[in-house]
């Protein structure tokens, strides 16, 4: 199973809003709803930002927002703010029964 | 507040064997669907194994990748879960995770993880 495929980097300015792809295929991304999205901050764990494609869990600020089209799926960040510059990583279910995360993008607050 | 508490950090020398644990408290670790991911120095997050809920608790999905080498068990009595892998090579020097599944109680089980231990730090070198 090959990792979902990320952009390395993306930037945005406060205030902007930005958007991460994360591209599989139809035996993970393209073939369920399981599409999540987890924030990780240097040296810390992930955090789950964003599960089944566009959910989001109970403390999440409504500024994430995640959707999915084929076999890409995509995070939108909405009024960027200095604390959203971390690492995004998505992960999909597949259909082997296994999991599969992307490469991670970095998201750089200019 | 579920937390989960992973062992200390490990060298290792290749060719042997590592095994961590990962300790869960505030909860109900019956219920608890955990997965092992890794992620290597300053690399991406990698899926190694673990419980896949709609295949029951008893028996964990691994990654193709570490199959045969990666086995993934747990003690309920302690309410921990462990993974054990072997073989080491100097690629599998990264940061260990275990990694609770979410869960709600209207919707039940989902594909992603809301609760992670904090890591374990594991050096493979001669």
């Given amino acids: 199973q090959s990792a979902l495929t990320q952009p390395a980097s993306v930037s945005g300015s406060p205030g902007q809003s930005i958007t991460i792809s994360c591209t599989g295929t139809s035996r993970d991304i393209g073939g369920n709803n399981y599409v999540s999205w987890y924030q990780q901050h240097p040296g810390k764990a992930p955090k789950l930002m964003i599960f089944d494609v566009s959910y989001r869990p109970s403390g999440v600020s409504s500024r994430f927002s995640g959707s999915k089209s084929g076999n890409t799926a995509s995070l939108t960040i909405s009024g960027l703010q200095a604390e959203d510059e971390a690492d995004y990583f998505c992960s999909s279910y597949t259909s082997s029964f296994t999991l599969v995360f992307g490469g991670g993008t970095k998201l750089t607050v200019l | ?126």
């Fill in chain 2, 1 to 126: 507040q579920v937390q989960l508490v992973q062992s200390g950090a490990e060298m290792k020398k290749p060719g042997s064997s590592l095994k961590v644990s990962c300790t869960a408290s505030g909860g109900t670790f019956s219920t608890y669907a955990i997965s092992w991911v890794r992620q290597a120095p300053g690399q991406g997050l990698e899926w190694m194994g673990g419980i896949i809920p709609v295949f029951g608790f008893e028996t964990p999905h691994y990654a193709q990748k570490f199959q045969g080498r990666v086995t993934i068990t747990a003690d309920e009595a302690v309410s921990t879960a462990y993974l054990v892998l072997s073989s080491l090579r100097s690629e599998d020097t990264a940061v260990y995770y275990c990694a609770k599944m979410y869960y709600e109680v209207s919707t039940g089980y989902h594909d992603a993880f809301d609760i992670w231990g904090q890591g374990t730090m594991v050096t493979v070198s001669s």
